[in-house]
């Protein structure tokens, strides 16, 4: 195919994509996603094409900015990202224009300004020393050891078998197992030398001959060009003068100096592709809320002590325990038999220049020992974290803060699939992981903890248990980010086909599976969380001997009347003729949300049949057609829809009406006046239903330990300290997307 052939199959598919974009209402459902997933396949088989489609995409992205057309310069721009990460052969010119174009959309609001500082960042590395994003992605998702890059991410996927199904289970399990089977540690350390010899060279590197001299090699062999390739890049990212000499001394070492640029088979037409491996993900399903603890801490363990390079002496989180000691066995499912003891990490290494690493180049201090608590001493790690890393009285702020500049070394991606009520599991196990980790100060200084969100709806029944939405939630990040909605809101009926689909006994390998392709795409791009208040509700039951229950939820906690009344002494009194009103009497004590954040307290009393409360806004509150909804971040209410039982009297007689009232509050007291009970149902969830409740009381749920803190005691010399109470900070629960709330 010519160049101009090339170009114009590449124009089409991203005009596609740009119509999908612009569509008030996407065209084909079937089709929704598909358009970005073929344009990427098409450099991928071809990578020839990466630096066409750079420029095409470049040139669409300078035409957004130009018409003001904000509403495809993100995906666009996620889209160009992505094709940089994998690519070689880009022009200095597509750097330095790309680069330009990211520092223009600075002066723009959040959330512009905000992932093109982060692509900004990303393109200076790679113009500096191409190939250094592929290799830091690489090492970090497949646990390569690293001294200078010692980073280490894990994707965990963790399923609901109650709210999926079977199929549904194993097809996305065969999927995931088809993809990794070939990507061994060797593989990937292959891929990684190949690409940096590529990028640095240019097209007079030979690929096919210098891949099957690595294929030739010995595992040590093999082992010892890729930490000489590793060190090279990372050592010339800070420097770059003269790396692309030391790349050049090491292709000639691996093929001679036949092969040379002046020496050696002609070029073939067309490169081989040099795959991406997709990030190593170890598949879960969800049984216990205690299991995102346990499985993080376990991801935590070293296998081995890392020697640290002189510049990220300052980042050392070491303090574990070794292996033999942490005696708690995996509590994955039998789907989880592809889980390696491997560990992943983050993508991004300050430079050694930069005012982020200089913040971080600490000296040690001695951090306060404490004694590890009874219940968890196999544990690894020190309560209080690493030494350095904390303010000088060796323990973290209320909020786990590090100091300015220092990463963390850990990354873990918890991608969970289901509607909104594995989302309110999700909530009460980040919610448990929080508080216990406040107590103790164990993850926080060392993990940064991603969680990411693809919705996956049960078939519709013939007889539905309830008439609620399942994915409210995943709506209004679809509403929030247009870009989520048309890449992750339309997997659901793709997984569904894909689990109807018999499995193929005949191809041990699947062939571009598209669903680990998305998911790859999503935990790599999507670095924008959108934050959801997390609320707490404390329930008082009929039976006085019980004690009060305290539960969280998300989304939604739903209140109805039950047919049953409490009992009362003495002897019952006589009924009345007539119909018998339904409902019961409902005392309602809330704090009205106003615009001006003043406090306003409201009580009422109420006939009621169903009370409903919402934690996201919905079209009903924010103006029918409107697509702009505030940030979750400001928008710290529930909405409140109240189904009212309103008396009147005619000539027939007395009857009764329903009415629904709504309204905004952030707390609110709810109690039964005519000994009613009440049955209480949190995130949709039947699994989570409580009965024979006579009052409630709902109010965003505090970060643990947030609202108290302590300081010295005015006086010289003084070391007494006092506990000053605060305004506790409300709990929110991030979940990534690709761009944040775009207003």
Aim: hydrophobic share 35%; with cysteine.
């Amino acid at each position: 195919m010519e160049s101009t052939d090339v170009e114009l199959d590449l124009q089409r598919s991203v005009q596609a994509v740009l119509r999908e974009l612009s569509a008030q209402s996407p065209a084909l459902q079937s089709n929704q996603g598909m358009w970005r997933w073929s344009l990427h396949k098409k450099v991928e088989r071809d990578p020839g094409k990466s630096p066409a489609l750079v420029r095409i995409l470049l040139g669409e992205l300078e035409k957004a900015e130009r018409e003001d057309l904000r509403h495809v310069i993100l995906p666009l721009l996620h889209t160009l990202m992505y094709v940089i990460v994998k690519a070689t052969g880009i022009t200095e010119e597509l750097y330095r224009r790309t680069y330009i174009f990211c520092t223009k959309l600075l002066t723009l609001p959040t959330p512009y300004s905000t992932v093109a500082l982060d692509c900004a960042i990303r393109l200076k590395t790679e113009m500096s020393v191409p190939g250094t994003l592929y290799q830091r992605l690489v090492i970090a998702e497949q646990n390569l050891e690293s001294e200078l890059y010692p980073y280490q991410e894990r994707v965990f996927l963790f399923v609901d078998p109650e709210l999926v199904s079977p199929s549904v289970c194993s097809a996305l399990l065969l999927e995931i197992e088809a993809a990794q089977v070939q990507q061994t540690p060797e593989v990937c350390m292959r891929h990684v030398i190949l690409h940096a010899l590529q990028a640095a060279l240019g097209e007079s590197c030979q690929v096919e001959a210098l891949q099957g001299k690595l294929q030739a090699s010995s595992k040590s062999t093999l082992v010892s060009y890729f930490h000489t390739v590793v060190d090279v890049m990372e050592q010339m990212a800070r420097s770059p003068e003269g790396y692309q000499e030391r790349l050049e001394e090491i292709y000639n070492s691996l093929l001679g100096k036949a092969f040379g640029r002046e020496g050696g088979d002609s070029l073939p037409d067309r490169p081989p592709s040099i795959p991406l491996p997709s990030p190593y993900i170890t598949f879960h399903l969800w049984t216990d809320e205690e299991q995102l603890w346990k499985e993080l801490v376990l991801f935590l363990r070293p296998r081995s002590q890392l020697h640290l390079s002189p510049d990220l002496e300052a980042l050392d989180l070491q303090g574990c325990l070794p292996d033999h000691d942490l005696v708690w066995g995996s509590v994955l499912s039998p789907y989880s038999a592809i889980e390696r003891d491997l560990s992943m990490g983050s993508s991004e290494l300050p430079e050694s220049n930069s005012p982020e690493m200089e913040r971080g180049g600490l000296q040690r201090k001695g951090g306060v020992k404490k004694r590890a608590w009874p219940p968890y001493s196999l544990m690894p790690g020190s309560l209080d974290g690493p030494p350095g890393l904390h303010r000088k009285t060796g323990r973290p702020s209320g909020d786990g803060e590090l100091l300015p500049g220092v990463s963390r070394l850990h990354t873990a991606r918890v991608l969970v699939l289901g509607d909104d009520r594995m989302l309110g599991c999700l909530a009460q196990a980040y919610h448990t992981l929080r508080k216990r980790d406040m107590q103790k100060c164990y993850l926080t200084p060392r993990l940064s903890l991603q969680l990411y969100y693809i919705p996956v709806t049960a078939p519709k029944k013939p007889v539905a248990p309830t008439n609620s939405d399942l994915g409210e939630l995943a709506a209004f990040l679809g509403r929030a980010d247009p870009w989520y909605e048309r890449t992750i809101n339309t997997l659901c009926p793709a997984i569904h086909k894909l689990a109807e689909m018999p499995p193929s006994l005949d191809i041990p390998q699947t062939v571009d599976p598209f669903i680990l392709d998305v998911i790859t795409y999503y935990v790599r791009m999507g670095t924008q969380p959108i934050y959801f208040q997390i609320y707490t509700v404390k329930m008082f039951f009929s039976d006085l001997s019980q004690k009060p229950a305290e539960e969280i939820f998300l989304t939604e906690l739903k209140v109805k009347i039950q047919d049953t009344k409490l009992p009362k002494d003495g002897p019952s009194p006589r009924k009345r003729c007539g119909a018998e009103i339904p409902g019961a009497e409902l005392s309602i004590c809330y704090q009205k949300f106003l615009l001006s954040q003043r406090s306003q307290e409201v009580t009422i009393s109420l006939r009621t049949t169903e009370l409903v409360l919402k934690a996201l806004p919905g079209s009903d509150i924010e103006g029918s057609g409107s697509t702009h909804y505030p940030p979750v971040t400001d928008h710290k209410c529930l909405n409140v829809s109240v189904t009212e039982v309103v008396k009147s009297s005619n000539l027939a007689g007395k009857s009764f009406s329903m009415v629904t009232n709504t309204f905004r509050t952030s707390n609110i007291q709810i109690q039964s006046q005519d000994q009613r009970l009440l049955t209480l149902f949190l995130d949709k969830d039947n699994r989570r239903t409580f009965k024979d409740v006579i009052r409630f009381e709902i109010a965003p749920c505090p970060e643990p330990c947030s609202g108290a803190h302590k300081s010295k005691m005015p006086g010289p010399g003084s070391q007494e300290m006092e506990i000053k109470k605060t305004n506790p900070k409300p709990l929110l629960m991030p979940i990534n997307t690709f761009s944040g709330i775009v207003q």
